[in-house]
């Protein structure tokens, strides 16, 4: 089936420092990527869309200057968080669409990467 | 505001047991809806999905959709230990242009021995 690989699994870094997150789609293209954020005991919150070669769409209250999205290929996206804070740490997931997938919402849901777990300290 | 609502729980149930896990949802337009699974510090893996009203059965799990009660369920059949987790129900509703998911807070699930 799909998989979604995330880079990487934990990261620690210090306040004011950025933090690139990877996802890559290993047997698929992925037209569109989503970027999840998840504190705990929280549910997932959308954070941002991509799609291959376009700017990503940003939810409201999302920065897009502090959380930088490239979808540059179709089988890779990356999220930087750029000047982390202590506030900025939690899960990270990262989603993704196939290609293929039938125009319209997907029967069959979206392939989801393993997450990130940043702390910021 | 598209809103998914879930009972936070805990709900626990013996081994053996039905459990049944609730959602509503408020955007009447809604196209799709998942039940996903997510065990602590994991990303979740999707259980079901259904599109029409009615049930839909896959071994042990069983979604039920009422979109005139904008109402979804998960029922788990013989609930096992390894089913305690937390579960996402997440919609996608009408308008989503990029067809992204909106997740409900989650229902935690405890099956006890």
């Known amino acids: 089936g799909a998989v979604v690989s995330q880079h990487p699994s934990r990261v620690i870094c210090k306040s004011g420092t950025s933090v690139k997150i990877e996802c890559r789609s290993l047997d698929f293209q992925a037209t569109t990527m989503f970027w999840y954020r998840q504190f705990p005991k929280q549910s997932l919150m959308l954070m941002a869309t991509?799609?291959?070669?376009?700017?990503?769409?940003?939810e409201q209250g999302v920065e897009k200057d502090k959380f930088l999205i490239n979808h540059a290929s179709l089988t890779l996206s990356t999220l930087t968080v750029t000047s982390a804070h202590p506030e900025d740490s939690s899960f990270y997931i990262c989603?993704?669409?196939?290609?293929?997938?039938?125009?319209?919402?997907?029967?069959?849901?979206?392939?989801f990467g393993s997450g990130t777990r940043l702390t910021v300290v | 505001q598209k809103e998914v609502e879930q009972n936070s729980g805990p709900l626990s149930v013996p081994e053996g047991a039905i459990a049944s896990l609730n959602c509503t949802y408020s955007d009447r337009g809604s196209q799709s809806f998942f039940w996903y699974r997510q065990y602590s510090g994991k990303s979740p893996e999707l259980i079901m999905f259904i599109y029409s009203n009615g049930d839909k059965e896959d071994g042990r799990f069983t979604a039920q959709l009422n979109k005139a009660s904008q109402y979804v369920s998960l029922l788990i059949r013989d609930s096992q230990p390894s089913d305690s987790a937390t579960y996402l129900c997440a919609v996608i509703g009408s308008g989503a242009g990029s067809y992204q998911l909106t997740f409900g807070k989650g229902t935690k699930l405890s099956v006890i021995p």
């Open positions: 991509s799609n291959e070669g376009s700017k990503a769409t940003y």
């Open positions: 989603s993704a669409r196939d290609i293929f997938q039938p125009q319209g919402a997907p029967r069959n849901g979206y392939t």
